[in-house]
């Protein structure tokens, strides 16, 4: 059986618990499918170069940024986006799917990140009033679809994150196939899915750490699927 190959789109590091879950993701998948990961630092990626990433069934861009290259970053999400790879971006790599998408679909070409650039005039993605630094919160599915995904309406996840969506620019994807999928019992944004793709799910929490309690969580289930899904004979990859 050939193996299912997906980049890790990050910057390893053995310091980062969600890495290290990742990995345990892949180990606890093997079991019964042969999945072959591939990390790839954010700064050997050329922007524009789709041969790099073309052998991959699937794209995780991983936690811990600001990573490298955001270009790089950038670049292997809009791959995932428009070629119908199959794209699971966990913390870090829920935020720059955003701005990938406010960049290039919305054309919001000043949209900005304030862990990048403080200064920025348009801060898409912002700091938290109150970071989610090694705690758990309840998250509450408001999308069918992704309830499907997550196999729950709730559930208590763990994030190591201190920047999320402003809410003062959330409606700008309103009117998109971009949407919110998943919420904090308070509303912010904790979660989005893209309609009119194999599968491109963002979370703001880390679903990969369920895995250093011996279980892969139900997300990470039907991300690993997907990229199943895209190995199969006969899918062809479409640009959208």
């Known amino acids: ?22 990995n345990e993701c892949f180990r606890l998948a093997k079991k019964s499918q042969p999945m072959e990961p591939s990390w790839i630092r954010t700064d050997t990626i ?3 170069d789709e041969s790099q990433l ?3 069934q699937g794209i995780w861009c991983v936690p811990a940024s ?14 995932a986006r428009t070629y119908q790879v199959p794209f699971l971006g966990t913390c870090g790599g829920y935020q720059h799917a955003l701005l990938e998408f406010a960049r290039n679909i919305l054309n919001l070409k000043k949209a900005g990140h304030t862990e990048l650039d403080s200064s920025t005039k348009m801060p898409l993605l912002d700091r938290m009033q109150c970071p989610l630094v090694e705690k ?14 997550y196999g729950a309406g709730s559930g208590l996840e763990k994030f190591h994150c ?24 308070d509303g912010q944004a904790r979660a989005f899915m893209l309609a009119e793709h194999l599968f491109f799910v963002g979370t703001q929490f880390q679903p990969e750490r369920l895995a250093l309690a011996n279980s892969i969580h139900p997300l990470v289930s039907s991300f690993f699927g997907a990229c199943i899904s ?4 006969g899918v062809s990859r479409k640009s959208v």
């Open 46 to 48: 050329i922007p524009g």
């Open 162 to 185: 201190r920047y999320g969506l402003n809410a003062e620019f959330e409606h700008l994807f309103t009117p998109t196939p971009l949407r919110i999928a998943a919420r904090s019992e």
């Open 54 to 56: 073309a052998p991959f």
């Open 66 to 79: 600001p990573y490298l290259s955001t270009e790089g970053a950038l670049w292997a999400i809009q791959y």
């Open 1 to 22: 059986m050939r193996p299912i190959r997906v980049a890790l789109v990050g910057d390893f590091s053995q310091e980062v618990t969600a890495h290290k879950a990742i």
């Open 230 to 233: 895209a190995a199969a004979p």
């Open 136 to 149: 758990a919160q309840t998250v509450l599915v408001t999308d069918p679809e992704f309830s499907r995904l």
